[in-house]
């Protein structure tokens, strides 16, 4: 676990950055979270594993409101989620979400995918946007390609430029869910690699994924999910090499013989 440096008194505490209180999501008859409980702290990166179904990725697009929840609070940098119209905009500029799709525009080019919400919810001048959408697809590796189309980009590429894309908002945390699930094996580690740069410059970070290395490495935290609750959660030594519950055991012991 990262060291956690002490606050000055000048420089005010890191703090609770996303809160979730007793959320509870149905779909129907399907109980996917249930009484979920999780704090993370700003600069935290944590890593949500567990089986499939078990309710990882309706958490992540809870804290984006793209799923409503039944009962519960959420609320972000001490802000309860907003229900619709521009505050909901506002708060969807301050979390970044990747996911397993790009969800890039097809008819716009990459720099054009990168400006856009900058131009539209931020209101940032064309000229500081474009400056902004350049520096940053440098920064994740696929500045040349700027003015091409995301459909002629490798999957890598077009993960990359979403990264780009939600870094461009300046947000408070970002969400990634499931960001290598749907590339080719050689494309991920180019995917992972931006990932692990932004947790080693402190972004806070809510990552599901069944990339076991990136959370050994790059996780704060790995949180383990089974049948819509959280299982257990602890720093990913301790997760990777003593799970307590037999549901964590089972779940390892099938994906870590390989």
Do not use: W
Not at 86 to 113: C, I, P, W, Y
Not at 230 to 251: G, H, L, T, Y
Request: hydrophobic share 45%; with cysteine.
């Amino acid at each position: 676990m990262t060291e956690v440096s002490v606050a000055k008194d000048d420089v005010p505490a890191t703090g609770d950055l996303v809160v979730l209180k007793s959320v509870n999501k149905h779909f129907g008859a399907l109980h996917v979270l249930q009484d979920i409980d999780l704090t993370i702290t700003r600069g935290e990166v944590v890593v949500v594993i567990g089986p499939s179904g078990s309710g990882k990725s309706t958490l992540c697009r809870a804290i984006n409101r793209l799923e409503t929840i039944d009962s519960g609070d959420i609320s972000i940098d001490g802000k309860p989620l907003p229900q619709e119209g521009k505050a909901l905009a506002r708060l969807r500029a301050d979390v970044g979400m990747v996911f397993q799709s790009f969800n890039l525009f097809a008819h716009k080019t990459v720099l054009e995918n990168v400006m856009l919400g900058q131009i539209k919810v931020r209101k940032a001048d064309k000229k500081v946007a474009e400056d902004k959408a350049r520096a940053l697809l440098d920064r994740v590796g696929v500045a040349t390609q700027a003015d091409k189309y995301p459909a002629q980009l490798s999957g890598g590429q077009q993960q990359r430029v979403a990264i780009a894309r939600a870094l461009a908002m300046d947000p408070k945390v970002m969400l990634f869910d499931e960001p290598t699930s749907a590339l080719d094996p050689e494309m991920i580690n180019e995917v992972l690699e931006v990932m692990q740069q932004l947790a080693r410059e402190g972004m806070t970070m809510i990552v599901v994924t069944h990339e076991m290395g990136f959370a050994r490495s790059a996780a704060n935290r790995v949180v383990f999910m089974a049948d819509g609750r959280i299982v257990e959660e602890a720093v990913p030594d301790q997760f990777f090499s003593n799970p307590r519950s037999d549901r964590a055991k089972d779940f390892l012991s099938k994906i870590l013989h390989h």
